[in-house]
């Protein structure tokens, strides 16, 4: 056993103990009480495993710099972004470690390869890494509205078009590595293909459907990290991008789950094709209320259940809506917030808009918990939210989100329906719930109401 | 091929691990668990600590993704750390 050999063994050993810590880590994540702790264990298991590998590096200039900016750059990024940006971070982030993947195995396309398994490997992290980065990019783009690009726009059917062809692009590749082995220009034309292909990938989906497509590419991040493990042979990256891919793969179980769809029918069909011909137009009349008979309803009121939606979040209402709800409650009124899993464009959005506002977590209820005791709730403040109170899920079989698990607001004693105009929700599907007989319809920006209820409560 | 085989055994092995950990995950810690998630997966950068350096080209992609990587590992740490700190119980 040589010095070099000695130094590699070691390094594995450490590989191993710090695997350990980032798979307590992320059990601890899981949990409310012990999340923080479980942040920091798995920071510590990634600074164990970096410093271990910084042992025996061949250009330490080259990686201090890089290493240097990626701290400053990060860290400038994560602690000055506002919470309300927290989605489009997220994708941002998840998209760099895609392309940090994509340039590993494109550096290891150019070292020495002994066989065709080592390419298929290099070309599926490429892929995975590329789709990853791109798709991220295109993620961030539309989650802070500044990419505006229509699904059906002939730009969004050209780029969808390349990632079908990158797809047959890559398993064609990886199937002719057994008779030769890929010139530089075939693996350039890969390269290429897969970044234009995660932008193809990511494109045509909406923004109700994010929420599913950030965990994806979560996951995906997570997957390609593995793949990058198995082709540098290293034991770490296999085992913290596996739980990775894991939890990704949860998360976009439990977003599909809530909007009762496949994950195939929201990557590839989206809402539009998948509508059937039930075009029942809601008849009725639409009973709008002021600000201040609202708030009369709502000072009379024992139990108040306040279910946000992506409204919420882009008239920036979180801070009043909390205000609203101390002052409920200082008035004897009990008041719990009502969050659907895929209310906003992420996981958990809602979650971390009320964390912001200082809405503590155990007022914030699940739709199987507050439905079955919808019938006590005197006041439902559904505040830019749609398709998760849209009573056409488990009443009109036709409709396009029918059996879609809904928070039903409908069976409250009073409805209240914050909202700009009477234009649908992201599903294109008219909303019954605003013709009910018990609902009152709150027009105007949500800041602007609530805040307006917040005075009427001061005087 | 059999060190491929052992290492796709620990890939398999990990994923169900990982599943099984985090099957009942609260949605409060849903944004949370993703950006951490997010962060591990910033582990591409001990990867990319061990590539060689042979060409101009392999020195630059290393560069690079010694770059991206680490600005996933600290943004994704620091950025759930924040929002962590923000969840309070009554």
Redesign the interface.
Known sequence: MNFIDNISSFQNIIYIFSSILFISGIKMLGKEDTAVRGNFLSALAMLIAVSVTLINIFNPLLIIIGISIGALVGSLIALKVKMTSIPEMVALFNGFGGLATFFIAWSEFNSSIDNSFQYILIMLTVYIGGVTFSGSIIAYGKLSERLKIAKTSIITKLFTTIFYISLVYLFYSAALTEIFIPTFDFFTILLVLTLLGGVGFVLPIGGGDMPVVISLLNSFSGIAAAFAGLLLLNNVLIVAGSLVGASGLILTIIMAKAMNRSIGNILFVGYAASSPSSKSEETGEVKPINVSDAYLILENANSVLVIPGYGMAVAQAQHVVRELGELLESNGTEVKYGIHPVAGRMPGHMNVLLAEANVPYDVLVEPEDVNPMMDTVDVAVVIGANDVVNPSATEEPGSPIYGMPIIEAHNARTVFVLKRSMSSGFAGVQNPLFFKENTRMLFGDAKDSIGGLVSEFKE | ?E??IL??F??IL??????E???????????????????????????????????Q???I??????????????????????????????
Do not use: C, W
């Open positions: 091929m060190t491929y290492l796709g620990v890939l990990s994923i169900y691990l990982g599943l950990l985090i099957s009942k995950v609260p949605s409060t810690l849903h944004t949370p668990l993703m950006s951490g998630a997010n962060a591990i997966s910033g582990i591409a950068l001990v990867g990319a600590l061990s590539l060689g350096s042979d060409t080209l392999q020195e992609l290393a560069f690079l993704a010694v770059t991206f990587a680490s600005i996933n590992v600290f943004g994704g740490y620091l950025v759930t750390n924040r929002m962590l700190r923000m969840f309070k119980k009554k």
